[in-house]
């Protein structure tokens, strides 16, 4: 017989935990621009933020910590300029590629 758990017990999942290395944000991200749904670029890289220390990422792309929560939220649209300059901080470059 299977043990039940309920689901009230269990953890919650928090991705910012499961972002360790470079190598990590790099395939979030890749996967992320491949598979995902538009919208969802500013959550990630509010996992990735948080992952790296919110007030870090704050300071070293000169945005307000309160701004880039708000600007990471899942939620959010923010400007070109908001990601360019997370990126940057996280030292993360986005580019494109032809896909043929």
Same mark, same amino acid.
């Given at each position: 017989?299977?043990? +039940?758990? +309920?689901?009230?017990? #269990? ?20 996967? @992320? @621009? ?6 969802? #670029?500013?959550?990630? #890289? ?12 704050? +300071? =070293?792309?000169?945005?307000? $910590? ?13 400007? @070109?300029?908001?990601?360019? $300059?997370?990126?940057? =901080? #996280? ?10």
């Amino acid at each position: 017989m299977r043990k +039940k758990t +309920k689901i009230s017990t #269990l953890p919650d999942f928090d991705m910012a935990e499961n972002i360790k290395t470079d190598a990590d944000v790099a395939e979030y991200l890749r996967q @992320l @621009l491949e598979e995902g749904e538009p919208g969802e #670029l500013a959550a990630a #890289l509010g996992y990735i933020a948080k992952s790296r220390g919110m007030t870090e990422i704050a +300071k =070293a792309s000169g945005i307000k $910590r309160e701004a880039l929560y708000k600007a990471l939220r899942p939620d959010a649209q923010p400007r @070109l300029d908001t990601v360019q $300059r997370v990126c940057k =901080a #996280l030292g993360v470059k986005l580019t494109a590629m032809v896909d043929r």
